[in-house]
């Protein structure tokens, strides 16, 4: 283990189950209807990539990149979208990947302005799930793991840009940002 890392949450196994359970209630919920896929980048990399070769419908993968955190490990409470979609989404069913939801202040800016775009539908996946932290009346539909209220990082979860590579979730020691 890394020696920066407080403990693992979810190992590398662990996910990969749940990543796997994810997969079957989102087929059993689309049931073979073709869904745009939209990763918000960069934290759902893992996840995306992870789950989308286990969904049986035809898909179409596009990215979004909004202002996450920085360098701190406290939100700003402000959301810039900084790369927008690419592909047409009028008409289309949408699936909203996300690596963590902690405020629900992403989210909520980010599926109002999708929904403004005339969708057919919009659903939203979250790897994890801070539920102590919610300040918006928003939910996801598919959860991996709800997880208490500490940073964590890894599967695609950065402190400072760093640790996105561990394959499992741990939380930091609190040295590494408290100095
Ligand atoms: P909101 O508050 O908008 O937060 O729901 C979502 C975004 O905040 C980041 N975030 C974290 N990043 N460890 C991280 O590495 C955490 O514990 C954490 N909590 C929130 C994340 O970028 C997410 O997209
Ligand atoms: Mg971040």
Excluded: H, W
């Amino acid at each position: 283990m890394n020696d920066k890392i407080e403990k693992i949450l979810f190992t590398e196994e662990e996910i990969k189950a749940r990543v796997a359970e994810m997969a079957k209630e989102i087929n059993d919920y689309y049931k073979g209807e073709p869904v745009v896929v939209i990763s918000v980048l960069k934290g759902s990399v893992f996840f995306v990539v992870d789950l989308i070769k286990k969904l049986d419908m035809d898909i179409a993968l596009d990215f979004i990149a909004a202002s996450s955190y920085g360098s701190g490990t406290v939100s700003s409470g402000k959301l810039k979208i900084k790369k927008d979609i690419e592909l047409d989404i009028v008409g289309k069913n949408i699936l909203l990947l996300e690596d963590i939801i902690d405020t629900g202040e992403t989210l909520f800016e980010i599926i109002n302005m999708l929904k403004a775009r005339g969708v057919k539908s919009i659903k939203t996946a979250m790897m994890f799930n801070k539920p102590a932290r919610r300040e918006k009346a928003v939910e996801a539909d598919f959860i991996g793991f709800d997880i208490p209220d500490e940073f964590v990082i890894g599967y695609g979860l950065d402190y400072d840009e760093q640790f996105r590579n561990l394959p499992y979730l741990g939380v930091l020691k609190r040295s590494v940002y408290e100095k």
